[in-house]
């Protein structure tokens, strides 16, 4: 009889195939390395930089043409990490009029926001399910929500009268949680695990100081997350350490949606 495996062990990704869309951003290149650390075989989805994979996650066609080129070359799919979103940043140059009041928030906007971060999280899943479903060990679905998924976004962080966060990133968070919990009831019966992940904001370089200080003033930790801070959660959802759990959304936020 096979030794039961250690609970060091479970934590293990060794020749694990394991999808990271938005793998070129500030947190989805820390993932891919984390995932590698743990002996996965990292695969990078995004529609900018330079990943494995250039591909707009919005697009059915698209994915399911990386989807077959994966198959091609790694001949298995066991884990994806919906990861790739529109996260209108402080410090991104673009992002002005993303900070719109909400009577000021363009629909297009609006609908752009929940294409890339909701309709292109369905895709990706909807494109590995069959993939997963045939293949005996089953697979694992990672969707990154937010410490918003939980708790709205108190604006006065940007101490500047009229900006505020978008709104669709909020709703498209929290239904992110739906998503997941829609595809954690249809597919435990094929051994598919779904979990959302929901992180705290993260301190960037690009932020102005005093932002970062508010931002982390929310929390219990006084302080916001470091990049790294959520390699180890990423392993723990992707891997057997997590093999009873589904449907679940692990929120690390310092504390803050608890006070
Ligand atoms: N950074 C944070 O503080 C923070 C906090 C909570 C949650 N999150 C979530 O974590 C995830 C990663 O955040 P990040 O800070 O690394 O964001 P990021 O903007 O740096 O990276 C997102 C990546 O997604 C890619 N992407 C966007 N639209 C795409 C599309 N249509 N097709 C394919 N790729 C696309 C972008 O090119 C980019 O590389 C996101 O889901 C974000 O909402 C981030």
Redesign the pocket.
Known sequence: MAQAKTAQEKFSLEGKVCII????????KHYMEAIKQAGGIPVG?????EPDFQ????SEQAVKEAIEKILEKHGRIDVLVN?????P?VGDANSAKMFAPIDDYPVEFWTKELE??LT?MFICSKAVIPVMKKQAAGGVIVN?????SEIAHDHRVYNTPGKYKSPA?VTS?TGVVGLTRALAAQLGQYNIRVNAF?????E?PAMPKDFVERFGAANMFSR??QPDEYNAAIVFLCSDASSFMTGHNLVIDGGKSAW
């Open positions: 869309t938005g793998a070129e951003g500030f947190l989805g989805l995004d529609s900018a930089g591909v707009d996650i919005t990861n790739a979103a529109m996260n940043a890339v971060n292109g990154v929500a937010s410490e918003v990133y968070k929901s992180p705290g904001g993260v960037n916001m997350a």
